[in-house]
């Protein structure tokens, strides 16, 4: 069974988060009315006297809680992510942005409501997967208590039980109190985790020494194996390792290579401006993507990638990769127009060659670009009229496009008019260097029309 992946938000933050979504101004919060306060017809949410707190036991460690048969988990001490130097760099770059910088400020609401801090409310998380399903252990930093009763706030609350334990069910998981720790995640887990359990190995193969925030491991977790990885923080730099082995071939290579090329070009424009404001050489990013290692030997892989510098500086960097990286992935979604049209425009030549006859077949003469300059589309999207696909050649082949497009094209064809080269240019980042992509389309000497092999020359750019 694989490793299921779980959003960081979804373990650390949403269970004292969701209310902030929809929940109503603060001096609307309803009360912590007991069970049979409930209006009617509403479902009754049970307090802490309802049996939302566990009975005085000797409390446990979110370790503690883990099944033998885990295939994988994740450990992440929250309190030392606080501590990291990044962090509260991090939390200032994050006010930078308005959607996030609203959602920190219904944080800071809702700690008022619930009466401590809910950035601070976290010590420790861990994730795990078993047979049974996908689980999630939190160890608070208030009282179990004050944490159910602070989940309670949020208007998505409604009465739930794992078992004979009752809860808070938010969304499709309920959350039940136990022994000091929060529990989530798929019932049948939650349910083998509140029995005693054997001992599982994890404490010690997530044991995070005296620098690692977070550790994961996993035995299986889709073509990985043998998966350790860890996330380290010292006052001069943050440092990520992994080591697992792969079942076969060198794709994860390639796939690797593509996905970390753009970051050895630099930052993109936005993380440029970011770490200018900052105060940080833009070509420090560059430097720690070019320090990144993905080392093969044989079906064993090793990543590291170490961001150096100051708190501002790594949390800075971090910020940049995932700004350029946004960037890149939207600029590589709009490549997919250009390779799109071109295979259109390239069919419509083949099906009017085709309609003319094996012997009379030609293409039409050469099409002018849409729009006629590539300014038209620096950094920008070009929406075009009728008139602009008004050439002879265009209405020949009843291609235009009514949306606006991100690309110029156009066809140049051969004086035989047995060739075609369909091109289509384009500025994705407005920086002056064009993308080039080409399709040719040639008839051959059986008067068959065939499309070639797409070739592309910057494509991102």
Not at 279 to 289: S, Y
Not at 318 to 330: C, F, P
Request: hydrophobic letters at 40%; charged letters at 20%.
């Amino acid at each position: 069974m694989a490793l299921a992946p779980y959003p960081i938000k979804a373990f650390v933050f949403s269970l004292f988060l969701t209310a902030c979504g929809s929940s109503p101004a603060p001096s609307a919060v309803p009360p912590l009315a007991s069970t049979e306060a409930a209006p009617t017809g509403a479902p009754a949410v049970p307090t802490a006297s309802a049996g939302l707190s566990e009975a005085p036991k000797a409390p446990l460690e979110p370790l503690d809680l883990i099944a033998a048969d885990a295939v994988g988990a994740v450990r992440i001490d929250l309190d030392r992510l606080r501590a990291s130097p990044a962090f509260a760099e991090a939390l200032k770059l994050v006010d930078t942005f308005p959607e996030a910088s609203t959602q920190h400020a219904k944080l800071n609401t809702y700690s008022m409501i619930c009466g401590f801090p809910l950035l601070e409310a976290v010590k420790e998380v861990v994730i795990a997967q078993s047979p049974q399903g996908s689980l999630i252990v939190i160890k608070p930093s208030v009282s179990t208590e004050q944490a159910m009763r602070c989940l309670r706030l949020s208007p998505e609350a409604r009465s739930g039980s794992v078992g004979s334990r009752r809860g808070v069910r938010l969304g499709g998981s309920t959350i039940v109190a136990y022994r000091g720790l929060l529990v989530t995640g798929d019932d049948e887990a939650v349910e083998r985790a509140l029995q005693p359990q054997t001992a599982n190995g994890m404490r010690q193969r997530l044991d995070l020494g005296t620098d690692t925030i977070a550790r994961g491991v996993a035995d299986e977790a889709g073509p990985v194996r043998g998966l350790t990885a860890d996330l380290r923080a010292t006052d001069s730099a943050l440092t990520f390792d992994a080591r697992f082995t792969v079942l076969r071939g060198d794709l994860d290579v390639r796939m690797v290579k593509s996905q970390t090329a753009f970051l050895k070009q630099g930052p993109s424009p936005r993380a440029r401006e970011l770490l200018t404001s900052l105060g940080i050489d833009p070509n420090e990013m560059k430097r720690t993507a070019e320090g990144f290692v993905y080392d093969v030997q044989g079906t064993s892989r090793h990543v590291r990638l170490v961001v150096a510098g100051s708190g501002r500086t790594q949390a800075g960097i971090l910020a940049a990769m995932v700004l350029s990286g946004i960037e890149h992935q939207a600029m590589k979604g709009q490549t997919y127009e250009a390779r799109g049209t071109l295979r259109h425009i390239a069919q419509s030549l083949v099906t009017l060659s085709e309609a003319e006859g094996p012997s009379q077949g030609k293409f039409p003469v050469s099409a002018p670009s849409v729009p006629g300059s590539t300014e038209a589309i620096r950094g920008k999207a070009y929406t075009s009229t009728a008139a602009n696909w008004g050439h002879a050649s265009w209405k020949a082949i009843g291609f235009a496009l009514h949306a606006p497009q991100r690309y110029a094209y156009s066809f140049a064809t051969t004086p035989d008019r047995k060739h075609v080269v369909v091109r289509a240019r384009g500025d994705l980042n407005g920086d002056g260097k064009l993308s080039l992509f080409e399709l040719k389309v040639d008839i051959d000497a059986t008067g068959v029309a065939r499309v070639g092999e797409l070739t592309e020359a910057n494509p991102e750019e």
